[in-house]
Structure formats: C-alpha cells, structure tokens
C-alpha cells in the first residue's frame, strides 16, 4: 500500500458467489454433462452438491479442480463499475478461500487481471482461512467465513444463503454501493 | 480455525528466505547456468539482482517465474522441527508474497504439503501485501513487509537485510523456538 493510503478504511471482498458468478458457470456445465437444467429455483437454499442426484456429487465438485475452469467465470453483474468506485476512496482486497481447489491458483489471478484492471496485485489474497484478514468490512457470501472474521461482516446474498439472518445483508452490487456510499 | 484455538496468539511466518532455503537453490542455478560460483560473501547486504553482472540481472530474477522452480527448493535448517513444535501451541500462518511469480502459486501449495504436512491448507496465505494479515507475529526477512505489518515483526536475518537495525532480530530457527519458548 503507498503510505498516503494509511488510515483508510479497507474492505476484503470475498471472490466466487460474490464478485465472480460461479454458479452461473456451473449451472450451464451441469446442462452440458447431464444435457438436463438446474435452476435457481432447484438450489435455493442450499448447496449445488445437495441440489443434484446423489450419483453426480462427485462430479459436480470435482470440475473446480480442473484447470482452466475459473478462468473464464463470468463477473457479477455491477461488480466492476462499483468494485472501480470502492478502490478510488477504500483500500479493497479481494480474499477468495482458493485452497480448495488449489489448481486454480493461476486462474484466479489471471481473472483478477482481467476483470479487475484497476487493481494491482498487492490487493490479492488467496487464503486457507479469513480469520487471518485484518480489514473493516469483508462481504462473503459465506456465514462461516464472517463468523471467524474480526471486523464487520456483510452477508452477500447467494441461493445457498437465504436463510440466514445474522448477518447485514447486500442484494446484489448496487446495495454494496449504496451501503458505502453512507461512509464515503 | 477451530472453535477451541481462538484466543490463541497467531503467528504468521514468511516462506522464501524463512521458510524455505530459496537463496541455496537460486546459487545452485547460478552455478549452473553460468559455470561460477555466486558466493554468500558476493550477496551480503544486497539482492542477488544487483550482486550479478548487469547482463544477467533479468535472467537471475526470470528463472522465479519457471513452472517447477519453486516446487523444489530446500526447506531452511530446523524450520520443520520448531514449526510443528510451534503449531502445538500457537495459530500458525505461512504467508508469502507469491504474487509477483503467480506461476508458482500451485507448486507453492505442493511444496507447504510435502514439507509442512502438520499444517493444513487453512493456514497458507497467499497474499500480494502483508498489510492484510491479522496476527500477533510476523516472522519476514524483507523489512519493507515488517513495516507495513500491525503487529510484532520479527526480522529474520538474511544476505540482503544484514545492515537492517530496526527490528528485533532472529537468526534461524532455533532462534525462534527460544523467542516463542518464553511466551509458551
């Protein structure tokens, strides 16, 4: 960080669910191995793995192990534009859990360069666990994730997640705007 | 983390030049890619970049970005042995700054497996700037990543930082496991 950044408010913003839209990807793949849709109606509420026969649960996970799969996920919508907004008067980190699937290391950065130009590299971070990220707010759409986290935690809005309630709750990338612009 | 491990201290250690014996597998390249031998007298006090003929600078620094250069690279006397006796009493987080040879993310992750098995993968950190850890310790040997760190940075003695005075100073492993002895 250039030391005039010091003192700013830093936000960690989760990767997969959040600013990219994983499950699109992975909804069209299910279509184009099993030549059959799952909807969004399908996977409200829970996981794709628990959304799909049982036979196909290894295979629905394993596909995020395979190289080049997270490399062309398509952005959030409005990720960009609010994303380019935030990094002109916040210190932004992008923190993705990426262990899970650790061949994709080099995707997720080639993504990052891509879709986010105006971040450099410094604002990566692919971590096993976000306890250790030291920020104000981290958006996730993850509840366990918020829950080891120390600062505010902001609950992005996922099919797996519409049960929750614990957490401050963004719709969507224009809430996140709306949210910050209050602080700004 | 688990439930029963918060509250205790976390220590963040660096990989290359810590962790990881990077500078002995970088002289054995030099070796054999130029037929002499770079001696650790020729390095003290600078990068190996500016301890080599101007012509070879780029070459010494490009090898870092060939797939495979990090996967083997030794590990640091006693670093094991004092890792996995610091595991058992404190949160332990390996965090390197990979993100200027993103090539070698993955082989990265191979080398933490092979070499620190007793450590999971919810303790790598993968991060472009050390402003973003949270942890009580940061064990580096780049000062520039002890400065830009929010708590107790420990610097550890390496060729280029042997003129550094502004950090306490730890040289090697066994070094460490007497520092952390006292708080255990």
Known sequence: ?????KGRITIAVDLDEVTADTVSKRLLRY?????????REDI????????VPPERKEAVEACLDEPGFSRDIP?????????????SRFDIFIATS??????SLYDRYLWLQEFLPFLTDRSYVFCGSKKILK??????????????FSGTGILFTAHHNIYETHFIRVNGWN???AYFERLD
Chains 1, 2 share one sequence.
């Open 1 to 5: 960080m250039d030391e005039d950044r």
């Open 135 to 148: 920020a104000d707010f981290l958006i996730d759409d993850n509840p366990r994730n918020l829950e080891m």
């Open 98 to 103: 990426a262990m899970d699937h650790p061949v």
């Open 175 to 177: 809430e996140i705007a």
């Open 75 to 87: 952005i959030m919508p409005n990720a960009q534009r609010v994303l380019k907004w935030l990094s």
């Open 31 to 39: 279509r184009a191995d099993y030549g059959v849709d799952l909807s």
């Open 44 to 51: 409200n509420g829970k996981q794709i793995r628990d959304a």
